[in-house]
């Protein structure tokens, strides 16, 4: 079964950092256009980062220069470090799936998501 | 940025209703337009990609058109597990954005 599993959020001070993962199981992350997607508490999703190919990287304008988002192929897990933290950071964070057939399918698969708050 | 308009807000429907969510984007997206679907509490579910075509074992129910920069989800007849919030998407060029929401609340 193809599945993607968030884990490392919490709660963080403003300015403070975290790293979170999301384990892909059933296909290989090495060869798959994946994204961070968070969603505040009754909002709409926001794209936050994508990955896509050997080394093309994607980020909202809010998150560049803060948020580096990579993989480990050997682990088959994609990352998202967030550094610099802002009260409005706090969201949902889902990793997704991008699939190409005829053209992209996007968000496919989400994880069920990790919650990071930051807060004083 | 591309903005993404959904209309209404908020659609109270029966049971076997016909119903439709529009959504306009603010420049062209090349057809390059999703539809979500999100539950209380879970992930959003992808029904539809590039303006029309279902996902994987969603319902025929659902489906999809366009016109120019207007989009359109249809549920031909509201089931009991359709009451959620509706999200339009377009991946054209990034930032990739989301509309607002339409929740489709019982009547």
């Known amino acids: 079964e193809e599945q993607v599993v968030e884990s490392g959020g919490g709660l963080i001070q403003p300015g403070g950092s975290l790293r979170l993962s999301c384990a892909v199981s059933?296909?290989?992350?090495?060869?798959?256009?994946m994204s961070w997607v968070r969603q505040a508490p009754g909002k709409r999703p926001e794209w936050v980062s994508s990955?896509?190919?050997?080394?093309?990287?994607y980020y909202a304008d809010s998150v560049r220069g803060r948020f580096t988002i990579s993989r480990d192929n050997s682990r088959n897990t994609l990352y998202l470090q967030m550094n610099n933290l802002r009260v409005e950071d706090t969201a949902m964070y889902s990793c997704?799936?991008?699939?190409?057939?005829?053209?992209?399918?996007?968000?496919?698969?989400w994880g069920q998501g990790a919650m990071v708050i930051v807060s004083s | 940025d591309i903005q993404m308009t959904q209309s209404p807000s908020t659609l109270s429907a029966s049971v076997g209703d016909r119903v439709t969510i529009t959504c306009r984007a603010s420049?062209?997206?090349?057809?390059?337009l999703a539809w979500f679907q999100q539950k209380a509490g879970r992930a959003p579910k992808l029904l539809i990609h590039?303006?029309?075509n279902l996902d994987s074992g969603v319902p025929s129910r659902f489906s999809g058109s366009e016109s120019g920069t207007e989009f359109t989800l249809t549920i031909s007849s509201l089931q009991p597990e359709d009451f959620a919030t509706y999200y339009c998407?377009?991946?054209?060029?990034?930032?990739?954005?989301f509309g607002q929401g339409t929740k489709v609340e019982i009547k």
């Open positions: 990955i896509h190919g050997g080394t093309s990287t």
């Open positions: 590039k303006v029309s």
């Open positions: 998407q377009q991946y054209d060029s990034y930032p990739w954005t």
């Open positions: 059933g296909f290989t992350v090495s060869n798959t256009y």
């Open positions: 420049q062209s997206v090349n057809t390059w």
């Open positions: 997704a799936r991008i699939t190409q057939a005829t053209g992209w399918i996007p968000f496919d698969i």
